[in-house]
């Protein structure tokens, strides 16, 4: 069972205990403690229904523990499925031996019982949702039957204009200390006198036609009703009794503080108007209910009708009513810190979890070997059943086994995952460990010495500020630029990487400025100068494998030149490209000569901003023209460059979409030719798509047919 269900169902457990208590003692308590008391303490099992507080040490905490006791017993987990392939002691693989009819039967059996298995543990583990799928609807249907009843009311409703009779109601507000406006209107659909309105508070009359000391009696009790914020209250319980709909000690809740609000400010009127008024009060709570059944489209009458005990009841409690001695005061304050204590020692599931970890020796047999041959046997248990559902890609499943496993196991499992690549896998059990914990630092330093940048981002969520700051700091001593961007961003940093990532850019330029010049090259803005001539198209592959190079063209140089580096990537000269290297890098298979049949577009951007599309200019494009895209941006994540046609960027034709991998520069090189059928004038755009793209060079060329 999911284990929030668990502290709720026993929040509403012990809740309900509290519930029985006060409701079984209100028939020693009604005409001794006062019945403001016999409302407000109510509170206090609504704070045991909605919070799970608790002693280390408490009486439902010990049922809990002997209860799971018990069904860990009673019920241990599925064991697997019996093997058919097997021949005596040893096994035998299915592909070598033929199943009979019998056997098949037998296979299926076992595979439809071992799904509803499943179905099972799944359903337990996810009835949570049901119970919050249920509570909303109710919660749902109380708003829209409360929005209804506004609406109902505001239809027949006008606001009382009569001078005398607001500064009557200006009197009240002012002996009860009221300072917000409220506002009093008339209803004739209204069976009796009421406040509505949270924020907005109205009384509502049936009619003006009242004597002076009735309207005095009416509006203190409404006016009563708002200083407690009794609406508010009822919403609170409500709620409660929404969550705990299950729990029928909720709804038996609901009446009884329903009871009691009534009964409470019966009281409080009487206490401010005296006891000699008492049988004034009762006759003018007679003449307003004397009004039901005037009307009987109107949804109120049956509730009253069906409150005549109710009626009964709050009438012998105004005409029996006088002041509590201090004695009864005194009584009441101790049986609130009874009711106080006995609710934070009735203890929630937390309490009996904490201490139900290993089988208690009392419960089971107090030979210590005994219980860790049975822990043992259990473990053996959650092992194959993480077998079963880890081979079976049953996520949900393993997850909530490998929770049962102990630590050996776990190691063992979370190095399969590794080594099978399971990235999902990892994600879902890593939250299952302690921060910091030792599999998170074995795991994590396998990640970074085989320089796996996705599960080591998964383990580091598990990684504590101190931490990550360790390994930030090897990452920086080991000019890793990959894993600092990682752990940057777990710590929130990301100005400080691109700050460090900028000023490490600029040192790279500059040095590579100084190398190409003791090389004989120049640099002069954007143009290349070797041995004093323009260059046409300058080349710099800086790692052997090509995956790093600058692609500079200048139509209007007139050399083509290539950098020249050893193995260790060092510079040792420059040498002048031949026609046949330009035809190669470009694939021009036609005249390389025919010059003027090429359009080379340079790319020498600074910077383009997440999100933000550049125009690159119009060309016309005709079947068979050839389009080269050969650009490199040193940083950002996302690049895209494409063609579109009047303006319509949301239409893009002969489009790269290129995204950073790992270790590797983000670049878009491709060539496309274009067909007969998308033939015309075209818009030339380049996007950065992720993140902001900084320092984007290299060369797009329109090859004409």
Request: aromatic share 12%; proline share 3%.
């Amino acid at each position: 069972m999911n284990i929030v269900f668990k502290i709720f169902f026993s929040m509403s457990f012990s809740g309900g205990v509290l519930i029985l208590v006060l409701f079984l003692g209100k028939g020693f308590l009604k005409d001794t403690v006062s019945r403001q008391w016999q409302y407000y303490i109510w509170l206090v099992v609504i704070l045991r229904l909605l919070f799970p507080f608790g002693s280390e040490v408490s009486l439902l905490g010990k049922v809990y523990q002997a209860a799971d006791q018990v069904i860990t017993h009673v019920v241990p987990l599925p064991q697997e499925p019996p093997m058919l392939n097997t021949l005596g002691d040893k096994f035998v693989p299915a592909v070598e031996m033929e199943l009979g009819d019998e056997n098949v039967n037998r296979l299926d059996d076992v595979i439809i019982a071992y799904s509803f298995q499943d179905v099972g543990v799944l359903l337990m583990n996810y009835i949570w949702l049901v119970w919050l799928v249920v509570a909303l609807g109710l919660l749902i249907r109380k708003i829209t039957i409360y929005q209804g009843f506004i609406w109902y009311m505001n239809a027949g409703m006008s606001q009382v204009s009569d001078i005398k009779i607001l500064d009557q109601l200006s009197i009240v507000m002012g002996q009860l200390g009221i300072k917000k406006p409220i506002e009093l209107c008339v209803n004739p659909l209204v069976s009796s006198p009421l406040l509505i309105g949270f924020f907005h508070p109205c009384i509502v009359l049936p009619s003006t036609n009242i004597s002076e000391k009735d309207f005095l009696y009416i509006t203190l009790h409404e006016l009563i009703h708002y200083k407690r914020r009794d609406m508010f209250f009822k919403w609170l319980v409500q709620i409660t009794a929404c969550l705990h709909w299950f729990n029928p000690l909720a709804h038996l809740m609901v009446r009884e503080i329903t009871k009691a609000c009534e009964f409470s400010c019966d009281e409080a009127v009487l206490i401010k108007i005296g006891c000699d008024s008492a049988k004034d009060y009762g006759k003018t709570l007679l003449d307003a209910m004397a009004m039901v059944g005037k009307y009987k489209e109107n949804l109120g009458a049956v509730t009253l009708n069906e409150n005549k005990q109710l009626l009964k009841e709050r009438l012998g409690a105004i005409m029996n009513f006088k002041k509590k001695p201090k004695v009864i005061q005194l009584l009441t304050g101790i049986l609130t810190l009874c009711l106080i204590f006995g609710a934070f020692f009735v203890g929630v599931y937390p309490t009996a979890a904490a201490s139900n970890q290993l089988p208690s020796n009392s419960l089971v047999s107090g030979d210590k070997n005994s219980t860790q041959k049975e822990t043992s046997a259990y473990n053996k248990d959650y092992v194959s059943q993480a077998e079963r559902y880890y081979k079976a890609d049953s996520l949900p499943l393993f997850k909530i086994v490998f929770s049962q496993l102990d630590e050996e196991e776990q190691g063992k499992w979370l190095d399969r995952i590794y080594k099978d690549q399971k990235i999902a896998f990892m994600g879902d059990v890593v939250n299952l460990l302690d921060e910091d914990c030792s599999q998170i630092q074995r795991l994590a330093k396998t990640a970074y010495k085989d320089g796996d940048i996705a599960f080591f981002s998964v383990l580091a969520m598990r990684m504590s500020e101190d931490t990550l700051k360790y390994w930030l700091g090897q990452a920086l001593e080991d000019e890793d630029w990959v894993f600092q961007s990682i752990l940057f961003n777990k710590l929130n940093q990301d100005n400080k990487f691109n700050e460090l990532q900028e000023k490490q850019e600029k040192e790279w330029e500059a040095a590579h400025i100084e190398k190409y010049r003791a090389a004989g090259i120049t640099i002069d803005g954007k143009n290349y100068y070797y041995q004093g001539k323009l260059v046409h198209i300058f080349l710099d592959i800086r790692q052997t494998n090509k995956s790093f190079y600058t692609l500079d063209i200048n139509p209007k140089g007139t050399i083509n030149i290539k950098i020249v580096r050893n193995e260790n990537n060092e510079i040792t000269g420059v040498a002048y490209m031949t026609e046949e290297e330009v035809i190669e890098l470009f694939d021009d298979k036609n005249d390389p000569d025919n010059e003027h049949n090429i359009e080379t577009i340079p790319i020498n951007v600074e910077t383009i901003a997440a999100g933000e599309t550049i125009y690159l200019g119009e060309y016309t494009l005709s079947e068979g023209n050839k389009i080269y895209y050969d650009i490199f941006a040193e940083t950002g994540n996302g690049m895209k460059v494409f063609f579109t046609k009047d303006g319509q960027n949301d239409t893009s034709y002969w489009s790269v979409h290129n995204l950073r991998q790992q270790e590797e520069p983000l670049k878009c090189t491709t060539n496309i030719t274009v067909d007969s059928t998308k033939e015309g004038n075209y818009q030339l755009f380049l996007k950065a798509t992720d993140n902001t793209l900084k320092n984007i060079k290299g060369t797009i060329i329109i090859q004409l047919q």
